[in-house]
């Protein structure tokens, strides 16, 4: 019987990761599109001596998003400017968040596991974060999510806090890869609400450290957009055009 369950598992898995590289291997055969120019191909920060260390220690990064940034540091050294690489990696990334979600899925015992991880990975939704280089930010921070979510799994059952202490890391590069990641905590929550366990004042207490280093990197991450990237004067640039086309007629962001 364990044999056969060993062997269900390595099959799911090869099915999983043939599933979602042949949905997507359009997309490896792909060049850069939109901001890509911006974010790898005309980076300066990725081929400057001191490029590494400016991405985590200056404001000239398009976004500040320093582990994103880091991995396209890398392949500029290992394959410059050839797309090829940065997409096979995009797929890659994906292809092992979909694994991840079968193995977290198979963990809380949800029935379908192996149906759902299968619609995540050919699911239409994640096309432009696998197809489009730049959104490697999303498929970074899924990465370490899930990870992180695992491993507080773990945690709970063992109560052993070197799984606490690698969530919360984990947490945290998930964060410096994209902010959207500070959702983790109240996920956590809703994992053990869903799955009838006890919800007790230690518990909210464990979670402070995670609500503190999202909102910390949330609040960051608006200052970055709004002092740097200056989205605040762009959102109000953008408002005022829809005004203007909607009172004309001819604006196309009239809702």
């Not at 396209?72 to 290992?78: G, M």
């Not at 995540?120 to 959104?135: G, L």
């Amino acid at each position: 019987m364990r044999t056969n369950n060993k062997r269900f598992q390595w099959i799911g898995l090869v099915g999983i990761v043939l599933l979602t590289f042949i949905a997507h291997s359009s997309a490896i055969r792909g060049g850069f599109i939109f901001d890509d120019v911006i974010y790898v191909a005309q980076n300066r920060l990725l081929t400057s001596p001191h490029g590494l260390w400016e991405i985590w220690t200056t404001t000239k990064s398009p976004q500040y998003y320093p582990l994103v940034f880091t991995t396209f540091w890398v392949e500029q050294q290992l394959w410059g400017l050839n797309p090829l690489g940065y997409h096979v990696v995009n797929v890659s990334f994906h292809t092992i968040n979909a694994v991840l979600v079968w193995w977290l899925l198979r963990r809380l015992n949800i029935p379908g596991a192996w149906t759902i991880a299968a619609v995540f990975a050919v699911h239409p939704v994640h096309v432009e974060s696998v197809a489009w280089i730049t959104e490697r930010k999303n498929l970074l921070s899924g990465l370490f999510y899930l990870l992180a979510l695992g491993c507080y799994l773990r945690f709970e059952e063992g109560r052993r806090w070197s799984w606490y202490g690698s969530a919360l890391g984990l947490l945290i590069l998930a964060l410096l890869s994209k902010t959207v990641a500070a959702t983790l905590p109240v996920v956590l929550l809703l994992v053990r609400w869903l799955k009838g366990w006890r919800i007790g004042w230690r518990d909210c207490l464990e979670l402070i450290p995670f609500f503190v280093v999202g909102a910390s990197m949330g609040l960051l991450t608006k200052w970055y957009e709004v002092h740097i990237v200056g989205a605040e004067g762009l959102l109000e640039s953008i408002d005022r055009g829809a005004s203007s086309g909607c009172r004309t007629g001819v604006g196309l962001l009239c809702y």
